[in-house]
């Protein structure tokens, strides 16, 4: 079983919806790119100014963002371990994926920019998170990026409400 520490240090009556799509969509993408490993990942839901923070504190970039990723491991896109024991913590026999921050403020700012739900922001901001934490990213504009792209879009497009429309 998974482990999903979902901390907010922000307000929020969406909590307990948010904190479901955060879940389905986490399970969802450890689930499509084949991960074996039982998982811990920290989340931290919080608005503009809490991620703009962290963001000049850990990337010395002095703005807010949707969503920041911490991942614990240097893992190959697409081409999980076979055998994780390596990576597993002693203690609680979990993989520690790593941490991951999303601006609820940002999400639900960008869900109205984009004509779709904040369902479908919050979800597809934690499958890109979740993405990077697997080794994914999108330094480049070319063969990175298209790759995440495409996962990201075929993993949304198996978690119901996480249609572009949705």
Not at 95 to 116: N, V, Y
Request: one cysteine or more.
């Amino acid at each position: 079983m998974n482990k999903l520490n979902i901390t907010y240090d922000i307000f929020t009556i969406k909590r307990p919806f948010i904190d479901s799509v955060i879940k389905k969509c986490v399970e969802s993408t450890l689930f499509a790119e084949g991960i074996t490993a039982e998982c811990e990942i920290n989340i931290l839901v919080t608005n503009d100014k809490g991620i703009h923070a962290i963001n000049q504190a850990s990337r010395n970039i002095d703005r807010p963002t949707d969503v920041l990723s911490f991942p614990m491991f240097q893992l190959t896109a697409g081409n999980p371990p076979e055998d994780w024991a390596e990576y597993l913590d002693p203690e609680t026999g979990l993989c520690p994926l790593g941490d991951m921050c999303i601006s609820l403020e940002r999400a639900t700012a960008q869900a109205k920019e984009f004509g779709h739900s904040v369902k479908r922001e919050v979800g597809y901001l934690t499958i890109h998170s979740m993405l990077h934490l697997l080794g994914y990213d999108h330094m480049d504009e070319g063969a990175q990026k298209a790759q995440m792209r495409s996962r990201e879009e075929v993993i949304a497009a198996g978690i119901p409400g996480m249609s572009r429309k949705g």
